[in-house]
């Protein structure tokens, strides 16, 4: 039977300002006004036999993940969590690995979490086509039928056929000029690389010996050397640090004489773009994308998201406008590749809008930083039922907390008391403090800040239930 191996590990930093390093794109409802990326693509499986899947992320996005796999019912669903990214190919290593320790041997489909797939259907019956040849031993590539020559995507050149559906792997390309791109698309035999795979574990642990043993030791060694904390699979950070990079292209694909493709024609979209989600989105008679509250007056073809406040557009076309709390992006749709511009110049000059959005979600809860000055910050903090801040300190600030609705639990030192609606307490600079909703509704509160160094790293934790340092 099939395990799904899911990567939830990627930046997004091309649909700044909603994704963020914190917060990245799968992770946000972008086609559906429900469900996450991430959790579209588990849905998407719906109807296909597999095991339990397996989610990849990041150590920081883990508490994220879990939610949204909560909310799918699938609380003990295995998250095996990468200390740093070391790209694609670690990742499997990491997930086979773990999938043959107790003398298994899954079929594994590997997907990205942040896809677009239109026809389930098709994409139902295109793993039904790989499944056969991954039992044979192939390495399977799903390659992507063109509908346009495409500059951003590597092409994969279709061989012979395999009697099976699918086709050998003539050859990778790197992504092409667009004079290249148009001959691979009119010629028939070229596709999008799709960056989704099928195989055995045991196959691809066998090509990553032959070709990158390294990287295969490396990753041996960390799972070997990591932890099991409840649903988390904590792999040793030093020894991954130490792993190469690599994809799984360049490391395996490319080398092994097993590859095989098997096409999908399923209305795919990586969503790489502004301009790539404005392509896979209902539009209306004028071609517009609007989401949230939106005014457009003569305007066509142009994709509009507010997030927080009415946005209105006159007598424009082409543009991407999109609008949160904390930013604003204004681009021409033929030059959203360059918004990871942007968010290297907010690194560069050290500012925080491509780290988190104003509001920041925590295992516990969630808070919005709803203002600041000189001295002061105002947060307006949500604490789920049952939930519990960790026990800390701060040496730079005092707070005053006041309750909006619910009851808070709270620790100011020696003393534990409730602060029910309407009521307030503070906590001066230095003293250890905790705050738990004990009741069955969610607490809110807002929270003003005062002092010399208001920054998030001054928190000192001496006792925390969701294992943070």
């Keep these: 039977?099939?395990?799904?191996?899911?990567?939830?590990?990627?930046?997004?930093?091309?649909?700044?300002?909603?994704?963020?390093?914190?917060?990245?794109?799968?992770?946000?409802?972008?086609?559906?006004?429900?469900?996450?990326?991430?959790?579209?693509?588990?849905?998407?499986?719906?109807?296909?036999?597999?095991?339990?899947?397996?989610?990849?992320?990041?150590?920081?996005?883990?508490?994220?993940?879990?939610?949204?796999?909560?909310?799918?019912?699938?609380?003990?669903?295995?998250?095996?969590?990468?200390?740093?990214?070391?790209?694609?190919?670690?990742?499997?290593?990491?997930?086979?690995?773990?999938?043959?320790?107790?003398?298994?041997?899954?079929?594994?489909?590997?997907?990205?979490?942040d896809h677009m797939i239109e026809d389930v259907g098709t994409f139902h019956s295109a793993i039904g086509v790989a499944l056969p040849l991954a039992n044979d031993g192939k390495l399977v590539t799903f390659g992507i039928v063109p509908s346009h020559a495409e500059t951003g995507y590597g092409y994969i050149e279709q061989g012979e056929t395999t009697g099976q559906g699918g086709f050998a792997v003539a050859r990778f390309v790197e992504k092409p000029d667009l004079a290249t791109a148009q001959n691979y698309v009119s010629s028939g035999r070229f596709f999008w690389n799709s960056g989704m795979f099928m195989f055995r574990a045991s196959r691809y642990l066998e090509e990553l010996e032959c070709f990158r043993p390294d990287i295969l030791a490396a990753c041996r060694e960390a799972l070997d050397g990591g932890s099991q904390d409840m649903h988390f699979t904590r792999v040793d950070a030093d020894t991954f640090a130490a792993c190469p990079e690599d994809s799984i292209d360049y490391a395996v694909m490319e080398k092994t004489a097993d590859a095989v493709m098997v096409p999908l024609n399923a209305g795919w979209s990586d969503v790489g773009s502004w301009s790539a989600l404005w392509e896979v989105s209902a539009k209306d008679g004028n071609g517009n994308v609007f989401k949230g509250d939106v005014l457009g007056q003569a305007t066509r073809n142009t994709f509009v998201h507010a997030d927080s406040r009415m946005v209105a557009t006159v007598g424009v076309e082409d543009l991407v406008v999109v609008e949160t709390p904390d930013a604003v992006l204004v681009a021409h749709k033929d030059k959203v590749q360059d918004v990871k511009r942007i968010v290297e110049r907010l690194k560069a000059e050290g500012r925080q809008e491509h780290i988190s959005h104003r509001e920041v979600h925590r295992p516990w809860g969630m808070y919005d930083s709803i203002d600041?000055?000189?001295?002061?910050?105002?947060?307006?903090?949500?604490?789920?039922?049952?939930?519990?801040?960790?026990?800390?300190?701060?040496?730079?600030?005092?707070?005053?907390?006041?309750?909006?609705s619910g009851t808070a639990k709270v620790t100011n030192g020696e003393k534990t008391y409730l602060v029910t609606e309407n009521q307030s307490t503070y906590i001066p600079i230095g003293q250890v403090h905790a705050l738990e909703n004990p009741g069955v509704i969610p607490l809110e509160l807002i929270e003003v800040q005062s002092g010399s160094y208001l920054g998030e790293d001054d928190i000192v934790r001496f006792e925390d239930k969701y294992g943070r340092a």
């Design 372 to 404: 600041n000055g000189h001295r002061y910050q105002v947060k307006r903090i949500t604490v789920k039922p049952g939930a519990k801040l960790s026990v800390q300190m701060h040496h730079h600030r005092a707070e005053h907390w006041i309750v909006v």
């Design 1 to 113: 039977m099939l395990t799904p191996i899911i990567m939830a590990g990627g930046s997004g930093s091309r649909l700044w300002p909603l994704s963020r390093q914190q917060y990245p794109k799968q992770f946000l409802a972008l086609g559906d006004e429900t469900l996450s990326m991430l959790q579209a693509t588990i849905e998407r499986l719906n109807g296909v036999k597999t095991n339990a899947p397996v989610l990849i992320c990041n150590e920081e996005h883990r508490f994220l993940a879990a939610e949204q796999l909560r909310r799918l019912a699938m609380d003990e669903t295995n998250i095996l969590l990468e200390p740093m990214g070391r790209n694609t190919a670690p990742a499997i290593a990491l997930a086979a690995l773990q999938a043959v320790q107790d003398g298994e041997d899954p079929v594994l489909l590997v997907l990205a979490a």
